[in-house]
């Protein structure tokens, strides 16, 4: 069992329904659902956030409770097809702008040990998380550090 940076086990969660097919009550067209996507991508939402607005708010009023079951695609795979898709992996993104800020508040306060420690972790789950991406989702000659992740960042 793989424990990351932690003296706890993880807690187990609940799995999502087993459905194969969208339920009734949502029957919005699979390319409304797509416009909308693409729509949300371009103001600048994340796929996580896109997926919960779609929940949430939904297209014309109508709820989208999973967007692969009412279109057959996975959310991310719809950004791609129309160039929406960010150059970084959502998570990736995510962890790299924590490290900044971590990089950031450390030089503010050298005597934090804490937060050095979770820079330590944090950039370590950068390293692993590029090593997984490298060649498919990144360039293979991409490597992490802080100026380049800050680069990114600023953009």
């Known amino acids: 069992m793989a424990r990351m940076h932690t003296r706890r086990r993880g807690s187990s969660s609940s799995d999502k329904p087993a459905a194969d097919e969208p ?7 699979s390319d409304k659902i797509e416009d909308r996507v693409v729509e949300l ?5 994340e796929p996580s956030q896109i997926g919960m607005k779609l929940r949430d708010e939904g297209v014309t ?10 279109t057959g695609k ?4 719809i ?10 992996p959502e998570d990736l993104y995510n962890l790299m702008e924590r490290a900044v800020r971590l990089r950031e ?5 050298q005597q934090d040990y804490q937060n050095k420690r979770a820079l330590q972790n944090t950039e370590s789950k950068v390293r692993r ?3 997984y991406y490298r060649g498919d989702e990144i360039e293979p000659d991409f490597t992490y550090s802080y100026d ?3 680069q990114l960042i600023d953009e």
């Open 61 to 70: 009023g109508t709820p989208i409770p999973d967007v692969k079951l009412a």
């Open 41 to 45: 991508a371009e103001q600048g939402y």
């Open 79 to 88: 950004l791609e097809e129309n160039d929406a898709k960010s150059d970084i």
């Open 148 to 150: 380049v992740a800050k």
């Open 74 to 77: 996975k959310l991310t795979e």
């Open 105 to 109: 508040h450390i030089q503010q306060n």
């Open 129 to 131: 998380l590029v090593d």
């Open 23 to 29: 339920p009734e009550w949502s029957d919005v067209d």
